[in-house]
């Protein structure tokens, strides 16, 4: 069982990037708790050690953070910002012509559209910072805990924390594409992955305090069944065979060979459980700001605040369900295109047996497609219930570690850094291969 571990540290080079990744990472989690300028550390501490906080609007962030949020370090808003302009980068590029010539462009196109992501990461981590100093400001962000925790309450700290947060992360974006760069693995995802990690031990150990040990024996059950058939889902693809026919080109013959064209079973990844929460919390977020000091709301306000603000209620997780499946299949007909597919396979002299070149095999594609989506879309969503019928069963919070987008990270981001270290070490030792 070690033979693999020692392989892997027998390449010096191999060896410089797992320590090269492992050092950002341990950087980045003690970003996580250095405190924003201008914050009471003292009343936070005090607050989060309370138990009367919750993430509201904020939980995914909070999660995706590593609890920085909460905690209101320099490193609050995560990686969030950056992944919300690449998705928005990806649904622009349907009716942005622009973008869509720099897709078609290869890797110089890809080089452009990643800065134009960058400058857009830039100006929603501006927003997220202000929203989430306003809300520390007004005591809406740490829930029922009545401390205040910005140390200053005037306008020029208030802009010195925008620029601290807004600062921290465009770092963490720098993190995760030097560890894309230098090291092994997706720099963001294992950003995420650490941040995720990083809260399991707390979560866990707060369910067995509270609700004892059985429980807690339980829910790892459950979490083992949950990784092992989220690990099955994930691995799985419907695979279309492709052939080529040959070609002679200057006396030489190409083609004639066949291959498959794989189709994942959850193409949409964690996109859809990222929209349906951000738009599930703007209702939240307007039922919070519409709040007046005395504490009274208006009559929308708290039928939003009773039903679309804490997942234990059966028309929240309804509505929940619903978007994600929606969104699932919008994010599918946006990234997978069927009759780009379809032509670049034409163009190759490629075609699936049994079906014409061109219109037929684009037809194919897209049955196929929203067939294997709708398995994906449920399986998503009923994953994504998990976390919420814990809250109902066991009393446990929405970061519920065994399930939603937790287990959808940990498993997928897992599986693909040991694809990759794999597939480095099998280069730099060909004997394996030979065998």
Known sequence: MLEPIKRV??????????????????????????????????????????????????????????????????????????????????????????????????????????????????????????????????????????????????????????????????????????????????????LIFTSIAAGFPSSLGAIGQTQGWGVFAAVIAVGLLTMTL?????????????????RVVAGKTYGGNATFLPIKVNMAGIVPVIFASALLSLPSMAAQFATKPDGTSPDWAVWITRYLTVGDHPLYMAV????????????VSITFEPDEIAENMRKYGGFIPGYRAGKQTRDLLAYTSNRITAFGALYIGILSLIPLIALVLINANQNFPFGGAAILIIVGVGLETIKQISSQVDQRNYGSLLR
């Not at 080079?13 to 405190?35: E, Q, W």
């Not at 990686?79 to 897709?103: C, D, F, G, K, N």
């Not at 989220?230 to 040959?246: C, G, I, T, W």
């Open 9 to 190: 540290f027998q390449s010096p080079d191999l060896r410089t990037k797992i320590f090269f990744t492992l050092g950002v990472l341990a950087l980045y989690r003690l970003g996580s708790f250095i405190p924003a300028p201008g914050i009471n550390a003292t009343n936070v501490k005090q607050c989060l050690d309370g138990g009367t906080t919750t993430g509201g609007v904020y939980d995914l962030v909070n999660m995706f953070s590593g609890g920085a949020l909460l905690s209101v370090s320099i490193l609050a808003l995560g990686v969030m910002p950056y992944i919300t302009a690449s998705i928005l980068m990806q649904l622009l590029r349907v009716i942005v012509p622009r973008l869509q010539e720099l897709h078609k462009e290869g890797a110089s196109g890809t080089a452009k559209t990643t800065q134009y992501t960058r400058y857009v990461a830039v100006g929603l981590a501006a927003v997220n910072a202000t929203t989430v100093v306003t809300m520390a400001r007004n005591g809406t962000l740490m829930g029922g805990c009545q401390l205040p925790i910005v140390a200053n309450d005037s306008v020029m700290t208030a802009l010195i924390m925008i620029i601290a947060l807004t600062a921290g992360a465009m770092l963490v974006m720098w993190m995760g594409e030097k560890i894309t760069e230098h090291g092994v693995g997706n720099g963001l995802s294992l």
């Open 320 to 331: 929940y369900f619903l978007l994600i499946v929606g969104f699932a299949f919008f994010y």
């Open 230 to 246: 989220v690990v099955l889902v994930e691995q799985s693809q419907r695979r279309l065979k492709v052939v080529y026919s040959k």
